[in-house]
């Protein structure tokens, strides 16, 4: 990923989305044609609105249109910054390019049935990934002269599986003032990773307030 002077947050949220969407397809794309594929996903980010004031989605989606009017030769996306209680924190403007490479052994009508799918993945992700003509490509490849062909594909299950997490959310300190959200954040957090990334529900501890305490 590339960026243009944004903020570590802004880049690191980009970077952990980007790394989530590769996942997804890889887990549509090994389902529907085996393991013959690799998928390139770069995305270089121009711009980034704070949403501090939480702004309508209309007077949003107008700063939104300013910045790529500025980019009139760009064909950019909008990849929203959410949360699951406050909405549209925050959105990063920039260009995506998935590149989906099949092996000569497949029929690359497949791709069409990819695409349909991938595109509900890429929906949730970026704001006005439907009005992005060209963002995503396949093509049809000697796979054995790719270069890393070798290498392991991770799929979500390699990467968390048989993980565990303790979450803790305080929002009474005695001597501070309340922290607005840190329950709501924590439980959050917890529903995103049973649900989301597969976490066993007997692996995933919360505790809150005078629990966490103790």
């Not at 064909?75 to 929203?80: A, E, G, R």
Request: hydrophobic share 40%; glycine share 4%.
């Amino acid at each position: 990923m590339e960026s243009a002077g944004l903020s570590k947050r802004h880049i690191n949220f980009a970077q952990y989305s980007i790394r989530e969407i590769s996942i997804d397809l890889e887990d549509i794309v090994s389902k529907m044609i085996g393991d013959k594929y690799s998928i390139n996903i770069h995305f270089t980010a121009y711009e980034a609105v704070e949403n501090t004031t939480n702004v309508a989605r209309d007077s949003l989606n107008k700063i939104i249109k300013i910045i790529k009017d500025k980019y009139p030769d760009e064909n950019l996306v909008t990849h929203h910054i959410s949360h699951p209680y406050k909405g549209i924190q925050g959105v990063i403007i920039g260009k995506v390019q998935i590149q989906v490479n099949i092996d000569n052994s497949i029929n690359l009508d497949k791709s069409i049935d990819i695409s349909n799918k991938s595109s509900e993945i890429f929906d949730w992700i970026f704001m006005d990934f439907q009005d992005c003509q060209g963002c995503i490509s396949f093509n049809n490849v000697d796979m054995d002269s790719i270069d890393g062909k070798n290498a392991i594909s991770l799929t979500r299950a390699d990467i968390y599986d048989d993980s565990w997490a303790v979450i803790i959310g305080i929002d009474n300190y005695e001597n501070l003032s309340n922290l607005d959200y840190a329950v709501a954040d924590a439980e959050a957090v917890k529903d995103m990773l049973i649900n989301k990334f597969d976490y066993p529900k007997e692996n995933v501890k919360l505790l809150l307030n005078e629990e966490a305490n103790k």
